[in-house]
């Protein structure tokens, strides 16, 4: 009878396999959660930059109810939430309204220039200044 005496190297391959797939799926997993956080990161800095312009507008509008109203009115701060926005006005035939906000450290400052003309206003430019 002979012997065999030959090394099964096949007992390893199993361990082998396994530890490549966890490798792999270890990496997947990985780029998966960086993807995920950068994706929520900047989700949150855009809903913060949408807030804060939104807030800015908001100043605005109101500025032009109220230079409507009372063509004296010079401006003012309001509250909105916990957003502060400060309403400024310079000029008096443009006027230029400014309203700025602020919301976690992203700013947001819109000027309007506006003619008023016999009880009528007029918006010639809006721009957002950043």
Known sequence: ???NNAINYESGHTL?????????ALAVVTAS?????????????LERHIIVTQAAESGIENAILRLLRDPSYNGEILTINDITVIITLAGSDPKVISASSQYFGEKQTIEVTVTYNENRLTISSWNYVY
């Open 1 to 3: 009878m002979k012997k």
């Open 16 to 24: 082998v396999t396994i530890l490549v797939f966890t490798v792999v």
């Open 33 to 45: 959660v960086n993807a995920i956080i950068t994706i929520t990161r900047s989700t949150a800095v």
